[in-house]
């Protein structure tokens, strides 16, 4: 797969190409570039997801607290196992988001991509003042002879799928539905770090990951958790927090691996979120947070034992 951050865009073959921020790459994101993978493939085109680095919500700053559901090497990484020909992160910031609509659909997208068939979501809006839409790209694409399809939003409980419904859903910790929205669970993709080892000391040694400051995290506590590391998975607990029973004043993510005792220093993990046990505590003492880990790592195999997580088990777990 190429990865094109700059604003060198310009292709020597015709493309297929979505548009959009995918955030999370959800079920309406992924209906998306699959469709866009399917015309390519009939076409002979090259498959483009075409988006935007950083996100736009980032550069006008209308949200505070603002965060994103997928890092960008998480997004880079997951585009690469979908299988796209070429992924785009087209530098956003108020100078291009100047730029008008018409502009960017004829200057861009036909003539320096050479786009020959255009997906976007049926509410997708672009350029100055969100001024552009299907209707526009689709007259545009008669004139220019790009063929424009519009995709109906995917719907979930009666709602359609947004990354904004994704993460009110995440700050509530509600991953059950976060996670059938997103398709695959929502996960932390970070490299191991060396943290105060004092997880070893007393019987549940963890691994300590360093993720992405614009990450959006589930809130503080505990969560029962899948961790995929050289291509294993490993059952464990997984804290988000700061440690208050022994001081911890930085937020972490500190994981406890069921059947793992490797030195993974500087090394990268995927850990999957699949259910929140608890909130973060201060604890009297070292010996109550033992007590504590135990029962969280009963209920986690539980958990991993149950129907609930039947949706989720592979096809290596089922047998």
């Not at 073959?13 to 209906?31: E, S």
């Not at 085109?45 to 607290?65: A, R, T």
């Not at 839409?133 to 359609?160: C, D, F, H, T, W």
């Not at 549940?204 to 899948?226: C, D, M, Q, R, S």
Request: glycine share 6%; with cysteine.
């Amino acid at each position: 797969m190429e990865h094109i951050t700059d604003r060198r865009i310009d292709r020597s073959r015709p493309t297929a190409i979505t548009l959009g921020n995918f955030d999370g790459l959800h079920q309406g994101h992924r209906a998306l570039i699959h469709l866009t993978k399917e015309f390519a493939a009939e076409e002979n085109l090259e498959s483009v997801v075409f988006s935007f680095s950083p996100h736009p919500m980032l550069v006008f700053q209308k949200k505070e607290d603002f965060a994103l559901i997928m890092a960008p090497s998480e997004k880079l990484f997951t585009m690469e196992q979908m299988g796209v020909d070429t992924y785009i992160e087209y530098p956003f910031d108020t100078e291009f988001a100047a730029m008008s609509a018409h502009d960017f659909a004829i200057k861009l997208l036909f003539e320096r991509m050479k786009c020959r068939v255009l997906i976007v979501g049926e509410n997708y809006h672009f350029g100055s003042q969100r001024a552009g839409n299907y209707e526009m790209l689709r007259r545009l694409g008669e004139q220019y002879g790009v063929k424009v399809i519009a995709v109906p939003s995917v719907q979930y409980e009666g709602e359609r799928v947004s990354s904004s419904r994704i993460r009110e859903c995440l700050k509530e910790k509600d991953l059950e539905n976060a996670n059938r929205m997103l398709t695959e669970p929502y996960f932390i993709l970070g490299t191991v770090k060396e943290g105060k080892k004092l997880g070893r000391t007393i019987g549940f040694p963890t691994v300590n990951i360093e993720a992405h400051p614009l990450k959006l995290f589930p809130p503080n506590g505990v969560y029962a958790t899948k961790t995929r590391y050289r291509g294993k998975y490993y059952y464990g607990v997984t804290n988000v927090g700061k440690n208050p029973t022994v001081n911890g004043t930085q937020k972490i993510i500190e994981t406890y691996l069921f059947d793992f005792d490797q030195t993974i220093y500087g090394e990268t993990l995927q850990i999957f979120f699949y259910q929140f046990l608890r909130s973060e505590k201060k604890f009297s003492g070292v010996e109550e947070l033992q007590k504590q880990i135990a029962i969280n790592a009963e209920q986690t195999k539980a958990y991993f034992a149950s129907a609930e997580y039947a949706h989720w088990k592979s096809e290596k777990e089922k047998k």
